[in-house]
Every structure is written in C-alpha cells, then in structure tokens.
C-alpha cells in the first residue's frame, strides 16, 4: 500500500482540533462501546455509534429521520430492527414520521449508574458527538461505503495527523478491506500494514493531539524523561486556613469552595490552601528555558486554541478552571515545571488565556480566544473566576 513521508507540517489556516485530549479519549471509548456489541454489519455499527452518543448522558437521547438518511444506509427498516435486538427501544416514528422531527430513543444500559459504559460529562458528550458528526461529513467520505465511513470513525478517533498510529485492536475485521479506500479518498496520508496516519486535510477530526510525546520531543521533558515531580505543599494549619476563608469576599469563598469540594480533582486540603494562601511573586524565566521553549513552540502550532478549549471543557465538568499543571497534564504536555511555567505564561500574554491573578484555578479563555469564538459558556469575555 501506499507510503509518504511520516512528517507533514499543516497548513497555516487548518483549523483547530475538534477534541480536546480529554475528548480524544471519550472518542476512543465511545468506538470501544460499539465495537463491543453484538452486531452483525459496520452499517449496524455506524448506527449504535450515532444513537449511542446521543443517549450516553441519562440512557436516553434524540435522532430524526434526516440523521437517519444521512448515514446511507442500505436497508435502515433492517438495521434499526437489528439494533433493537440489543435491547434498545427504537420508535417506529425514526422510520416512518416526519425526517425532521426529532424522536427519543432509549439505550438502557446507558442509564446512569455507577458501571455506566460512557461515563462523559456533557461538554464531552456534546463535543463528541459534534465529532461523530463532522467526521462522517467530511469531504474524503463522500460517497464512500459505510464500512469506510466506521472506519473512519476508528481511525479519526486513535489517529494523528503528525506520526504513525497502529490501528486499534478492537478495530473491525469488517472494516480492514476498506483501508485502500480511505487512502484513495484522502481521508489517509499513509497506510502501511497496521501503521497508518490521517491526511492533513483531517488533521482536525484527529482523536490523538499532537503533544511532547510524539517522537523527536524527548528534549521538552524533564532530563531524566520521568513524570515532573510534584510540588509538596507545606502543613497549613485548619483553624488558620478557616479563618482565611472567613476573610474572603463572597466570590473567591465561592471559588475556594468549588476547588475544596471537587470530587474529580479530590485535592488534599493543604495543596488547596497553600496555593491560595500563598504569596505568589513572578520570577523571569531563567535563560536557559527559551531554547526549549522555541523548540516546543515551534512543534505546537495550534497551543492557545487547544489551551483555550480546554479550560472551556475543564470548567465544565470541575466547576472551575484549571491549574497550570492541570492544564498541561490535560493536553499531555508533559514539561519540567519551568517550561512550563513559561508556556503558561505566554499563553496569558498573548491572551489566549486569561486569569483571575494571583487566584488559582482561574484560567479560562482570554480575548484572542473569545475572537475565536471560544469563551465559557453564557458568558461573555470578561468572565470572573
């Protein structure tokens, strides 16, 4: 099969990467779900991915008759009799009603529960199956089989746009005769036995970010290449930080609290108070951090829009912003705590990112974000913490 070389450099206007990292993997997960189930066809497939991200938040979720066509499919009266075989409950009126009204369908596995299969916050479930939805969209896709477009599916979501991926292991055998055929359209850039890498004109349904870990980016970490270590918090004592807190105006106590009481963060009380009883005085880079930084720089083009989404995400499921670290860790750029600090930095100068300084866990979208019509949800530029 076909073979380019594995670097490609995207185009300048390219635009921004649907998911975020976090994102990517709900991607991932959704594509294991259906991989997962008893059907008999990547057509069936196709449509217990659309109805799955649809009704992954509570069991139950809305298509029309217009989503329905828009998949293609051969036999739809078939298929969606296959799929009730799961169990899920399919209304007729998908079938015969008006294409444009919307029709609940029910997944009851997918109800909420603590063994839920797709645990996704909303901002994941929305944004995912945005996703779902583009992908199949996408002009390489155009009349192509539904085989090729589940794939696509597959690849999008374990894909990158910059190195190799290996295909996913639950990856549909049905599915592999169809490979050629997204090389062909373009929705591929290489293909080589399991190895393959999406075309640059995709790059942005990729599921994979590029970040400090793809190859030639061992230099951006740490000198030992471990995980950063962590920054250990000194004792703060609990009457001292009680009446910190009492002190507070109503806002930052609103904002500590939602930072104290984050079940997804689970923040030891004296990280959270040191950080917020803590004098922070900014200290110039030292010198020897620009070199890396142009380096990281230069290898992430798209850094403020990816930063910028993120937080939007973050927020939505914490309930606040995210820390530096958080941040970082969250788009898996794994920098020594000075780089990183400088990363951050630029990123608030050049106001993708903005802040409520010296609060922590405030970063949110910053104007050029907010030009780019990424800002917190109902809220406009100036957002307080």
Known sequence: MGAVPTTAAPAASAPPF?????????ARLLMSYVAALLLSSPEAQLLAVVIAIRSARGGTGNITGQDLRSLKLTDPARLVAEVRGLGWEIPDRLLDGPPELPVAVTVPDLAAGADHPLPLG???????????????????????????????????????????????????????????ELLEKNFLAELSGDQYRLDAGVRHLAGMVPGPA????????????????????????????????????????RHVEAVES?????????????AFMSNHIPIPPPRYVLAPYYTWKEKHPDR???????????RAEHGHGPS??????GLEWNLFRTLRTLVVGRLLANEWLTDTAPVPWTLRPGATANAHGIMLPGHGPHTAP
């Open 122 to 180: 909303k901002q994941a479930r929305s944004r995912v199956s945005g996703w779902t939805t583009r992908t199949l969209a996408a002009k390489p896709l155009k009349k192509t089989t539904p085989a090729a477009r589940l794939a696509a599916l597959f690849l999008a979501a374990h894909g990158s746009p910059t190195h190799p991926e290996t295909l996913p292991a639950d990856f549909p055998e049905a599915c592999r005769a169809a490979l050629p």
């Open 304 to 314: 403020g829009l990816l930063a910028a989404q993120f937080t939007v995400a973050f």
């Open 214 to 253: 793809t190859p030639g980016s061992s230099a951006l970490s740490s000198p030992s290449r471990r995980k950063p270590a962590r920054w250990t918090p000194p004792p703060i004592d609990p009457a001292e930080w009680a009446q910190w807190k009492d002190r507070a105006r109503p806002g930052l106590r």
């Open 262 to 274: 984050c079940a997804l963060c689970s923040l030891p009380r004296d990280h959270v108070a040191a």
């Open 18 to 26: 649907l998911l975020t990292t976090t994102q990517g993997r709900a």
């Open 324 to 329: 530096q670290g958080q941040l970082c860790d």
